[in-house]
């Protein structure tokens, strides 16, 4: 019997490392080893095979999928940086009315120190800056929010209050102060009265609207009521504390209030609902230029009157004037946590309530007072409330937003 050797089984070898990535990822335990045979004859030793077989197969897979996401979010990932950059840039331009505070003191310190730096932005420039930023408030406004706004009497009657009772209170008690405690003259008494006599500041408004930006049109309404009233009012009110009637030209004060308030607002209202695009395009350039113009307000009429302030009665005025505006905050204030303690939006509220209350317009004043009384004393105090006020509110604005922060 003749014997036949088995017929000779070939075994090829093909060894591939697996894609494993270098330096993002490293697996723990290395897989092993992809080995392909091929057996061309022998289906016993083939089964054999397959019974012991190694498959890492799917583990490469895994690998190579985790290799290929990780290189999807590595190039999904890249793209965003220069748009992480733009997008700060602009930030840092809407969070520029965070430097207001820190601006208007610097205005301060640099008209007492170089007064020429600001008399160039003399009266005439006052409308169309206080205009421009009626403007900035109407441009991040809506029409709903007006309409919302006129739905609370209550509030605009507590602010006409404010405005007009508790504070010609308090400046005809801090008028009586000066003369008969401190001995300073009449004509500076009578100054710290009409400070108190005349309307809210348009500064009160952009004050809230940093704040409380929910709450700007309801300090839109109550400021321009309040104007509006102003040319009845003040006159009034003069004639009652100070014992002189100040006629005021009403034509004036009306146009005056067309040109600072309500043009300028309507304006941002219709470019913010027919022109959205324009209107998000120049949004994130407003904040810094009323940081400018808002400077230019706090630092001309202090430059302008700079005699007057540094008079041997300024330091005693300039204390007086602090803490006239300082009880009118807290008044404003707290009187408003008493009457609408149940409101749940009573804190905006209050801080609203507060500026109206504490801000008004000096520069109205500080004009009355060059025009009517022939004695320059006069013009003292509205002079030094006009920087007084603009850095006690914008104070309170830097306090305030921290806090809500």
């Not at 209202?269 to 230019?296: E, G, H, K, M």
Request: hydrophobic residues 50%; glycine residues 6%; charged residues 10%.
């Amino acid at each position: 019997m003749a014997l036949h050797a088995p017929p000779t089984t070939h075994l090829h070898f093909q060894i591939r490392r697996p894609n494993v990535p270098r330096f993002r990822h490293r697996l723990p335990n290395p897989p092993p080893p992809n080995l392909t045979f091929r057996v061309p004859h022998s289906h016993s030793l083939l089964f054999s095979l397959r019974s012991h077989s190694i498959s890492p197969i799917c583990r490469c897979a895994s690998v190579n999928s985790l290799d290929s996401d990780s290189d999807e979010n590595y190039a999904s990932e890249s793209p965003q940086i220069p748009q992480r950059n733009k997008v700060s840039f602009v930030e840092l331009l809407k969070k520029s009315s965070s430097f207001l505070p820190h601006v208007t003191i610097a205005s301060t310190l640099l008209a007492l120190v170089f007064p020429p730096s600001f008399t160039w932005f003399t009266n005439r420039y006052y409308a169309p800056a206080l205009g421009f930023l009626m403007f900035a408030v109407g441009v991040n406004s809506s029409e709903k929010d007006f309409l919302e706004a006129f739905k609370r009497p209550a509030a605009i009657f507590a602010g006409y209050i404010g405005q007009f009772v508790v504070k010609p209170l308090l400046g005809y008690i801090f008028g009586i102060i000066s003369v008969a405690i401190f001995g300073l003259p009449t004509p500076v008494g009578a100054g710290i009265m009409l400070v108190s006599c005349v309307s809210g500041a348009q500064l009160s408004n952009y004050a809230t609207f940093l704040t409380d930006p929910q709450m700007a049109p309801l300090s839109i309404v109550m400021t321009s009521l309040s104007t509006a009233t102003a040319v009845f009012v003040t006159p009034f009110l003069s004639l009652l504390l100070i014992g002189k009637r100040l006629p005021v030209d009403v034509k004036g004060m009306v146009s005056s209030i067309l040109q600072i308030v309500v043009t300028p607002i309507v304006a941002g209202l219709l470019l913010n609902r027919f022109l959205p695009q324009i209107c998000n395009a120049i949004r994130p350039f407003l904040p810094p230029l009323s940081v400018l113009v808002t400077a230019c307000c706090v630092g001309a009429p202090l430059a302008i009157n700079i005699e007057s302030v540094l008079s041997p009665f300024g330091l005693t005025i300039l204390l007086l004037i602090i803490t006239f505006h300082l009880t009118a905050f807290i008044a404003g204030y707290f009187l408003t946590g008493m009457a609408f303690h149940g409101a749940p939006d009573v804190k905006p509220l209050q801080r609203t309530l507060s500026y109206e209350t504490g801000m008004q317009s000096s520069l109205l004043a500080l004009a009355l007072a060059n025009r009517f009384f022939q004695d320059p004393l006069v013009g003292v105090p509205p002079a030094i409330s006009t920087v007084v006020m603009s850095l006690m509110g914008f104070s309170l604005v830097m306090v305030w937003t921290i806090r809500k922060e």
